[in-house]
């Protein structure tokens, strides 16, 4: 009788266990939804005011092993300025005039640059720069809802190259 009574509790105890895992497993979802508006929320409002910064922690040339960057590079776009400084992998066309600096650099680069809006939260802004070398540099920045970003770069003299990494959500 007494085992009965054990067994009976414990069973009890185990169906109300399993009761209680739904409700957790929705709430749980609703938070990640929650934040994850709220992300999206961040990201639009830095997107639209115009001036934000971008960390590029991943380069991946046409040809080649894709490349993890550390330490991170940036690229800050702050209306219709452009200050980054990336490195680059591949092959060049043309002989560059400095071998020992391969790397795409520009300093508050005055440019020209498209926004648009994607349909699935995101966007998409393109510009061209020229150095003082005559190569001219297409880029294509897209910035994903969740604060992903990928940078395409095709250049005049040079093969290819896209970057990926983050858009900084946070005041360091």
Not at 14 to 31: D, G, H, I, T, Y
Not at 45 to 62: L, Q, W
Not at 163 to 168: A, F, R, T
């Amino acid at each position: 009788m007494k085992n009965r009574l054990l067994y009976n509790s414990l069973i009890g105890v185990v169906l109300m266990c399993l009761m209680a895992v739904p409700v957790s497993a929705q709430s749980r979802k609703a938070e990640r939804a929650a934040r994850r508006d709220s992300l999206e929320n961040v990201v639009r409002e830095i997107v639209e005011s115009g001036t934000f910064t971008i960390e590029i922690d991943h380069a991946n040339p046409m040809q080649g092993a894709s490349r993890n960057l550390f330490p991170s590079y940036k690229m800050k776009i702050d209306g219709d300025k452009i200050t980054t400084y990336l490195p680059y992998f591949g092959r060049s066309y043309t002989a560059p005039a400095d071998p020992r600096n391969l790397a795409v650099e520009l300093t508050d680069y005055q440019t020209n640059i498209k926004q648009k809006t994607n349909n699935k939260k995101g966007y998409t802004f393109t510009f061209d720069a020229t150095t003082t070398g005559n190569e001219t540099y297409n880029f294509t920045v897209t910035i994903s809802a969740g604060g992903s970003t990928g940078i395409s770069l095709i250049s005049s003299n040079r093969q290819g190259i896209t970057y990926s990494g983050k858009l900084i959500t946070t005041n360091k």
